[in-house]
């Protein structure tokens, strides 16, 4: 059994950063493969960003791509998303996931374990 636990979340101004934490427990980040998603007052949740087993590979949602970055830290079984250059629609709850698969995904149902989220604020 994996279990997650996600920091990190905040009130933040339009344009600012911050960092999220998952750490994992119960098995190593070198045999699951990692991802995150949000979701917005009113909306489904999304995917955000997915990096593969052994901080291989990373993907990220287009709405993302050039302001948020997943790594992780095997040391401290841990997978950060640094998000920069936030914007109000980046408001939502972050859930960090694990998958037993060797790749990852931007489906949901890939992901078997999931933390209880974080939330993220961003004024205007």
């Known amino acids: 059994q994996v279990q997650l636990v996600e920091s990190g979340g905040g009130l933040v101004q339009a344009g600012g950063s911050l960092r999220l934490s998952c750490v994992a427990s119960?098995?190593?980040?070198?045999?699951?493969?990692m991802g995150w998603f949000r979701r917005a007052p009113g909306k489904e949740r999304e995917f955000v960003a997915r990096i593969n087993r052994n901080g291989g590979s990373s993907y990220y949602a287009d709405s993302v791509r050039g302001r948020f970055t997943i790594s992780t830290d095997n040391a401290k079984n841990t997978v950060y998303l640094q998000l920069n250059s936030l914007k109000p629609e980046d408001t939502a709850i972050y859930y960090c996931?694990?998958?037993?698969?060797?790749?990852?995904?931007?489906?949901?149902?890939?992901?078997?374990?999931w933390g209880q989220g974080t939330q993220v604020t961003v004024s205007s």
């Open positions: 996931a694990a998958s037993d698969a060797p790749y990852g995904s931007e489906y949901e149902s890939r992901y078997r374990y």
């Open positions: 119960g098995r190593t980040l070198s045999s699951l493969t």
